[in-house]
């Protein structure tokens, strides 16, 4: 073990050394772009703690801290991974459109001089930094699906696994400069694949694969904590001006109109959801609200730097419209997707990012494209192929990955232990001293 120790002692040290050799490139660097870089990186890393208070309060009080750490952890371990690795393989040199080589590992190249990849006006290392607070929030949406039931040393093993085999590639294959859906002309301003349709369906494998909660549907299971769940939801909305808004990657005319379509997206899903509740069962619900807000944040994300406003509200009444459809036949359907992250963002996933393939305008963003409504049917198509590429890759590799797990050992906790809640079985703690 003492070899093996500083064997890694020595090999962090070569890749800290050779991450020294920056060249300022100062003269080239924006400052008001990298103000608003730095601040979006802020907003986005927010929105991470912001989902644990939104997931923490729509589970049983036994499992709110068990619940919180999912997404507190995930700040932790994919941070590490993307400053090692992730970064590297996701925005890497093309190795055949399918992934980013190991010339950047622990972030060698990568540093104060702008990137002649990427936002050619801002740090290279703040672009980096930037993009790894979407790699920590994706992996922490899945935990919304496996919440109440998964030992917690197997979630740690699985999300670091699915970042590496997920994630990487998936953002490598959008946005990564060579990446073969890239190339093909599939657009994805800020996440609708790569974050929500990614994390959606490896959400729903996840709740197939570990099965339901004991006593689902028949037991009632209603959130502990509504106020902390719309606190949760508001912080969420509040970082997602930085998630939509900076992937502008500048700060300007299109950084401006994706806050605007950001917000509008969320009102109209949160609206049209208010008006269904109302007709359907006589009053409508906060819970419905907050949840259909974040439907029409996830939903927009895709669009959001491609579309206008009046694109925008009718991409987010679509929202409020098909994921309250989703969410209501799950008891039918029978699976368990405890905190609904695939009715959510897998569905929302999808919605926007078709959606762009209706609504996409050159007047907004030159470097986008047309879509069907202005002309260009084929964009559509290229939206559509997108999606069934990532759902399907998506929820294949986190079967593979859980089944992989479950050779070594358990993934769910015994019944006894669920029973009892995973705040005191996993860490030793309650969230309420009553």
Not at 31 to 45: F, Q, R, Y
Not at 216 to 241: K, Q, R
Request: glycine share 12%.
């Amino acid at each position: 073990m003492r070899v093996i120790g500083n064997i890694v002692y020595v090999v962090l040290i070569v890749l800290c050394l050779s991450s020294f050799s920056y060249a300022a490139g100062a003269e080239q660097i924006d400052k008001g772009d990298t103000a608003w870089i730095l601040t979006s990186s802020a907003l986005v890393l927010l929105m991470t703690p912001a989902l644990a208070m939104f997931y923490g309060g729509m589970v049983r009080r036994k499992n709110v801290l068990a619940t919180i750490m999912h997404s507190l952890v995930a700040i932790g371990v994919v941070s590490v991974q993307w400053v090692i690795v992730g970064y590297s393989l996701s925005f890497g040199p093309d190795c055949g459109g399918i992934i980013g080589s190991l010339s950047w590992i622990g972030l060698r190249g990568v540093g104060m001089e702008p990137s002649p990849d990427y936002a050619v006006t801002v740090p290279h290392i703040a672009f980096m930094i930037y993009q790894a607070m979407f790699a920590v929030i994706t992996p922490a949406l899945i935990s919304g699906a496996v919440a109440e039931r998964m030992k917690f040393s197997v979630f740690l093993i699985f999300i670091l696994l699915w970042t590496t085999l997920v994630y990487d590639p998936v953002a490598h294959w959008v946005w990564g400069k060579g990446g073969w859906l890239g190339r093909l002309g599939v657009l994805d301003f800020a996440g609708g694949l790569v974050v929500h349709v990614s994390s959606g369906f490896s959400a729903l494998a996840a709740a197939l694969y570990l099965g339901k909660r004991k006593g689902f549907p028949h037991e009632p299971m209603p959130p502990h904590n509504l106020p902390l769940t719309v606190l949760g939801a508001g912080m969420l909305w509040f970082g997602w001006f930085g998630f939509n808004g900076g992937s502008a990657l500048s700060s300007g005319a299109l950084s401006a109109m994706a806050f605007v379509t950001t917000h509008l997206a969320a009102v109209s899903a949160m609206l049209i959801w208010m008006i269904i509740e109302w007709r359907q069962h006589g009053k409508p619900t906060l819970f419905g609200a907050a949840t259909a807000s974040i439907a029409g944040l996830a939903t927009i994300t895709p669009a959001a730097g491609f579309v206008g406003p009046m694109s925008a509200l009718l991409i987010g009444l679509a929202a409020g419209f098909v994921c309250y459809k989703a969410l209501n036949l799950k008891p039918h359907i029978g699976y368990d997707d405890s905190l609904d992250a695939f009715g959510v963002h897998g569905v929302g996933g999808v919605i926007g990012t078709i959606g762009a393939g209706f609504f996409a305008s050159l007047l907004i963003n030159p470097n986008g494209a047309n879509g069907l409504f202005y002309g260009n049917a084929l964009q559509l198509l290229k939206q559509i192929a997108g999606v069934i590429v990532i759902m399907v890759y998506s929820f294949i590799f986190t079967w593979i990955i859980l089944k992989a797990i479950s050779a070594f050992t358990e993934v769910r906790v015994s019944e006894e232990h669920e029973m009892q809640g995973l705040d005191l079985n996993q860490h030793g703690e309650s969230g309420y001293d009553m």
